[in-house]
């Protein structure tokens, strides 16, 4: 005998596409009557695919809902629905993330803090003469330039060389132009041929940072 409520599940998503009856149905789907009764008793088990796939489209319902709409006990709702373990396992995977991110940020800070600190340490006689130095300049326009500049000097190069930076060539070297390695200013100059450095350029390790500024010679 026909379930009720299946029988009615069937009706109502005929009537949604405007087929009047069971034998209607049948043969706009190309199914046979006894295929739609299995449905509407409830034994979805016993339903074929072929048939299933052909009433989809004229039902214009998916297949997935189709199956779900017309199974008596919901074996497709029980296994795609989310159960209570795992819900709890996808909860705690995100707090796990939480606090990784919540780690990596702070493991960024002291990084960054440690940095800081080890750059004031090389910069220290630079921050503490170079305010005076200025000072002086500014009071004083005749004082010698070259009194101040190991001031600034020698704490850059400290400072360079505990990053592994390495200047390309010193300003004022005359060297063979190198297009990797040399940006031209003025003038024309092809690979091989003697270059001035105007502007020094630096490496660190096998890492192009900034290319010497050059012109021809």
């Known amino acids: 005998m026909p379930n009720i409520d299946f029988t009615q599940k069937l009706q109502d998503l005929m009537q949604q596409v405007?087929?009047?009856?069971?034998?209607a149905l049948s043969r706009a789907a190309g199914v046979s009557e006894r295929q739609l009764l299995r449905l509407r008793q409830g034994k979805l088990e016993q339903t074929r695919l072929d048939v299933l796939l052909k009433l989809s489209p004229v039902l214009q319902i998916p297949l997935i809902e189709?199956?779900?709409?017309?199974?008596?006990?919901?074996?497709?709702?029980?296994?795609?629905?989310?159960?209570?373990?795992l819900l709890q396992e996808i909860t705690d995977l995100r707090k796990e993330y939480q606090r990784s991110q919540q780690q990596i940020e702070q493991q960024r800070e002291i990084l960054l803090?440690?940095?800081?600190?080890?750059?004031?340490?090389?910069?220290?006689?630079l921050l503490l003469q170079w305010p005076t130095a200025a000072q002086k300049a500014q009071e004083n326009p005749q004082l010698a330039a070259v009194k101040i500049v190991p001031l600034v000097q020698k704490p850059l190069e400290k400072l360079l060389q505990a990053w592994g930076?390495?200047?390309?060539?010193?300003?004022?070297a005359e060297l063979p132009y190198d297009p990797?390695?040399?940006?031209?200013?003025?003038?024309?100059?092809?690979p091989?041929?003697?270059v001035k450095v105007r502007y020094t350029g630096y490496l660190q390790g096998e890492k192009l940072l900034y290319r010497a500024k050059v012109s021809a010679v």
């Open 18 to 23: 405007g087929i009047s009856s069971f034998k």
């Open 66 to 85: 189709l199956v779900t709409t017309f199974s008596a006990v919901k074996l497709l709702q029980e296994k795609t629905a989310p159960t209570q373990e």
């Open 113 to 125: 803090q440690e940095l800081q600190q080890s750059s004031l340490q090389l910069l220290e006689s």
């Open 165 to 172: 930076v390495e200047a390309i060539a010193p300003v004022g």
């Open 180 to 190: 990797q390695l040399h940006q031209l200013m003025e003038g024309t100059a092809q």
């Open 192 to 194: 091989g041929e003697k």
